[in-house]
């Protein structure tokens, strides 16, 4: 039976409201408040609110089972300290939370007023409650907590430009803003430390009119006695001080790396085409600025959206006139000749058929003899855009749009100064917005499938995984290792694999038949036995020659560490099956890239998106070295055929990714040894 439309809209509202308030978690900092703290409790569950955690900081009375027989999940810090109550309340979030609020238990707060909070929950980051701006509220609080709170919020406007009117307890803030926040204060200075950090973040903020009440119960820490009161005065000063100066030292950060970025991709754009000799120079030194000014990133403590995106945006933008590496023409030939009713899985770009239809630039193709190696979905991409225009222009615009997307996508869940990791790296702004390579098609739906998984929607991320299998053949071990994780549950198993194949089985029936599917040349050169700066087969090769005679050897290896990663992922505790899929599929693409005998510097960037998660130094450090790679185009524009890096130019391309990879294995050892011993 269906709803009449107003009472299904009703009905979508409150799904939708439930849903909000299921993705909130409430942390309530507590000590000796036994006689307030069930009744705060029952007024948040009366709310919808059913994810409550009780922090208690070393009380003395039963507050802690008055929490446990209201159906609160109790914590314990017994460090004093209100920012540490809080602190310790937000280690081992559950993954679907993506709200904090924060609430007294003294009975003190208004909680009728949250209502008003969830609604400007759709758009703001911060929400606050302001005390002041109301009668009731002003009244309630001591002469001693009025002047502190003017104080405090005036010295933050004129330090941040921004007025706040109070300091208020009741606060709530999203998840992935408290997490670039990375609170420090551990005491009276948590309010305004998040208050001053949330500006630098450019955060939205919105204040609502509360009441207040004087306590209900117990005794104030703060504004109960003189000291207290005095006390908290010069930490909250102390705090506002050492906030300002880092903001000092962080705007001159962000303002030299922000100019080293956009200076180094107006330096490079003119000298992107190799095979002019006398542009591999500048091209180094327009790196070199790149690597300074992202190096100069990771310090970054907050960035607000606006510069994050300004210089996202515009990066790209200096690079898009740069002259594209060699594969773009190979794009636009494929999806020139499909408009024209010719496969290119059928015809290679010399094929006799298509001489009538070369272009200008055809002699530019990589591999002329060779048909499409690229996955059907991809072509269909380059078949869309070829029937618009066959221009590297258009291609490069949409190699940008879906990098943008990857951006924003990362940003949502992990923050804008995380996510700077992936959107100012050189290599992510060389190797689409400069270079034109197609791989940003293949990272997006392969980051939409692993942020999918993180929000238990297993079938959404089997269909983006499915898609990025179609875009780049690289993630079809990736579906394997997520149909494994269903395990020993039979039916979801079987269902991930079938979802995951559709995008692929679907993309190439416009170019199979009954006869055959082409899809992979397996008896090109480049497929068999082409090299480049590969890792582990360069080692091979020099103790086993007959091995540079066929790259299928470097399955076997592969297997058996997917093998080893399907054991030791049922094997091992992980805190929750994203942690799981995260680590697994950096994993594998790191043994990838070690074992492929195949490797070009942007298949690097694969890795990137997942550092952002993982903050994996290798990676970053690759991120640069892979630059070493282009010695390889330089030189084929001097007339050298060679197309391999020497020992040197292999090891500083390789050893800085080696390095920073036994670094992050040392420091992983060392954390799960921690928490043995816990």
């Not at 270079?435 to 983006?464: E, G, M, Q």
Request: aromatic share 14%; proline share 5%.
């Amino acid at each position: 039976m269906q709803l009449p439309s107003s009472a299904s809209s009703r009905q979508q509202d409150t799904n939708q409201r439930e849903s909000n308030l299921d993705s909130i978690l409430v942390i309530i900092p507590v000590l000796n408040e036994a006689a307030t703290l069930g009744n705060v409790i029952h007024s948040l569950q009366q709310l919808g609110l059913t994810h409550i955690r009780v922090v208690d900081n070393g009380s003395d009375d039963n507050s802690v089972a008055v929490a446990q027989t209201a159906g609160a999940e109790v914590i314990l810090e017994p460090i004093a300290g209100y920012g540490r109550a809080c602190w310790q309340g937000l280690q081992n979030l559950p993954p679907q939370v993506e709200w904090i609020l924060f609430c007294d238990g003294d009975g003190s707060d208004d909680l009728s007023e949250l209502p008003q909070f969830f609604e400007a929950m759709k758009q703001a980051d911060f929400i606050l409650g302001n005390r002041r701006a109301t009668v009731a509220g002003r009244s309630a609080m001591t002469p001693v907590q009025n002047f502190g709170n003017g104080l405090a919020t005036q010295l933050i406007h004129w330090g941040w430009g921004y007025r706040y009117h109070d300091l208020g307890p009741l606060r709530l803030i999203r998840r992935s803003v408290l997490e670039a926040i990375e609170m420090q204060d551990r005491g009276f200075g948590w309010t305004v430390e998040m208050q001053a950090r949330a500006l630098e973040l450019g955060c939205t903020i919105c204040e609502i009119p509360v009441n207040y009440r004087r306590r209900q119960g117990g005794r104030s820490k703060i504004s109960g006695t003189l000291w207290g009161s005095l006390q908290a005065g010069i930490i909250i000063l102390m705090t506002l001080g050492k906030s300002y100066g880092k903001m000092q030292s962080q705007f001159l950060l962000k303002s030299l790396s922000s100019f080293l970025l956009l200076f180094s991709c107006l330096w490079m754009m003119p000298h992107g085409d190799f095979q002019q000799p006398e542009n591999f120079q500048p091209f180094c030194v327009g790196v070199s600025w790149m690597s300074l000014g992202f190096l100069l990133s990771w310090k970054i403590k907050a960035i607000s959206r606006i510069l994050f995106w300004a210089i996202a945006i515009l990066s790209r933008l200096f690079l898009l006139p740069m002259y594209p590496g060699d594969d773009v023409w190979r794009y636009l030939w494929e999806g020139r000749i499909q408009t024209l009713g010719f496969s290119p899985y059928h015809f290679p770009p010399n094929a006799t058929e298509l001489i009538p239809y070369r272009t200008v630039w055809w002699s530019q193709i990589n591999h002329l003899d060779t048909s499409a190696i690229y996955p059907p979905i991809t072509q269909l991409g380059f078949k869309a855009l070829a029937a618009i225009s066959a221009s590297v222009l258009l291609f490069k615009l949409a190699f940008i749009a879906a990098d943008l997307i990857t951006c924003w996508l990362l940003s949502r869940e992990f923050s804008y100064t995380n996510t700077l990791t992936y959107a100012w790296n050189p290599l992510i702004l060389y190797s689409f917005a400069g270079a034109a390579h197609y791989d940003s098609w293949f990272i997006l739906p392969l980051v939409a499938a692993w942020l999918t998984y993180r929000k238990n929607r297993w079938s959404w991320s089997a269909i983006f995984l499915g898609i990025s299998i179609a875009v780049k053949w690289i993630s079809l071990p990736i579906l394997g290792l997520l149909a494994s994780f269903q395990l020993p549950r039979l039916k979801t198993s079987f269902s991930v694999i079938m979802i995951g194949v559709l995008p692929l089985f679907l993309s190439a029936i416009p170019f199979c038949s009954a006869d055959e599917c082409p899809l992979i040349p397996t008896r090109s050169t480049f497929v068999s036995h082409g090299r480049s700066a590969e890792f582990f087969p360069y080692i091979v090769k020099h103790f086993w020659k007959g091995s540079t005679q066929s790259n299928s050897i470097y399955l076997i290896p592969l297997l058996a560490i997917l093998l080893w990663m399907i054991i030791r992922y049922h094997q091992q505790k992980f805190q929750n099956q994203s942690d799981a899929v995260l680590q697994t599929t950096q994993t594998y693409l790191i043994s990838v890239l070690a074992i492929s005998p195949i490797i070009h510097a942007w298949y690097f960037t694969w890795l990137i998106p997942f550092a952002v998660a993982t903050r994996h130094l290798g990676i970053r450090l690759v991120s640069l070295s892979a630059f070493v790679y282009f010695i390889l185009p330089y030189r084929q524009g001097l007339g050298h055929l060679n197309w391999n890096l020497t020992d040197v130019e292999r090891l500083l391309l390789w050893l800085p990714f080696i390095v920073g990879s036994v670094i992050m294995m040392f420091y992983s050892q060392k954390n799960n040894q921690s928490l043995k011993t816990q």
